[in-house]
């Protein structure tokens, strides 16, 4: 009896130690990929990988359109993104920044571009001061007769400087010169011109 009983702890013995290698073989094909095969974290993060660079590349591409735009400048969204494609998601990241600053720039340099028109617009004199300065120039913005009175409005360089002028008169823009003409008209009225004023 000893003999069996000894032998059936045996085998008992062996089929336990068979079912727990076993079973630490199970959890092993979970961390230790198959050859060739990648394991459920890495497919997870290759996964999350793949999401985070269509995310970003729609919206680089969405970006790199509205500066071409901005730039009035041709745009193709299929040779954007066949460009970005293989781009980490830290890359096209970083041409996101850049876009942004980018597309601020052109922003601001239109703001700049619109001011300056608004305020060439706004330069032209009334019919008053071209009165004025048809009689003291003949409508020239670069006269300078050498008698200490310069430009379309005659300004004496004392008088042009008192309106935030710099420089000759007669060397500023026609509109410069309009722009200090209005300025110093709504200061003093007529009376800097004493005959063309009348």
Known sequence: MRTTTTAVLAVGAASLAVTASASADVQSDFQVP??????????MQ??????AQERLTRKAWRLARKLANERQEGFSPVNYRRR???DPPAEIARRI???RVNLKREERRDERRAKTAAATENASASPTLEAIAACESGGNPGTNTGNGFYGKYQFTLSTWQSVGGSGNPATAS???QNKRAALLYAREGASPWPVCGR
């Open 97 to 99: 920044r850049s876009l």
């Open 34 to 43: 198959l050859a060739g095969h990648l394991t459920v974290e890495q497919h």
């Open 84 to 86: 970005v494609s293989d």
């Open 46 to 51: 290759s996964e999350q990988t793949a999401l």
């Open 174 to 176: 026609e509109a410069e």
